[in-house]
Nanobody, 127 residues
């Protein structure tokens, strides 16, 4: 299955920036689509961003973060990143890194398409 570990969360002021990192190990993630999801307090898990570097899908974003967040992945598939700029209090959530299964090459915004999940990183944006 592989293993994902997030880092880089923390407390930031409204309008600030943070960069989340996700270390991927245990299998070859280089061709696998990966993504970020988040769960805000009292809310359901929601899609944030997804990326496929093996197909022409590229990157896709939730409307709520488009233009502020950037997802990227290194060529070896060992690292996934989420650069978050112009953060807002409503971005406060636990952020999860996720990877699709062994033939999951295409980007996806569906949580059920993801087979491997990290433990989450807390992001708090103060107003």
């Amino acid at each position: 299955q592989g293993h994902l570990v997030e880092s880089g969360g923390g407390l930031v002021q409204d309008g600030g920036s943070l960069r989340l990192s996700c270390a991927a190990s245990g299998r070859d993630f280089s061709r696998i689509a990966m993504g970020w999801f988040r769960r805000a307090p009292g809310k359901e898990l929601e899609f944030v961003a997804t990326i496929s570097t093996w197909t022409s899908d590229g990157a896709r974003y939730a409307d709520s973060v488009k233009g502020r967040f950037t997802i990227s992945k290194d060529a070896a598939g060992n690292w996934l990143y989420l650069q978050m700029n112009k953060l807002k209090p409503e971005d406060t959530a636990i952020y999860y890194c996720a990877a699709r299964g062994v033939v999951g090459f295409h980007a996806s915004d569906r949580r059920d398409d993801y087979a491997v999940w990290g433990q989450g990183a807390q992001v708090i944006v103060s107003s």
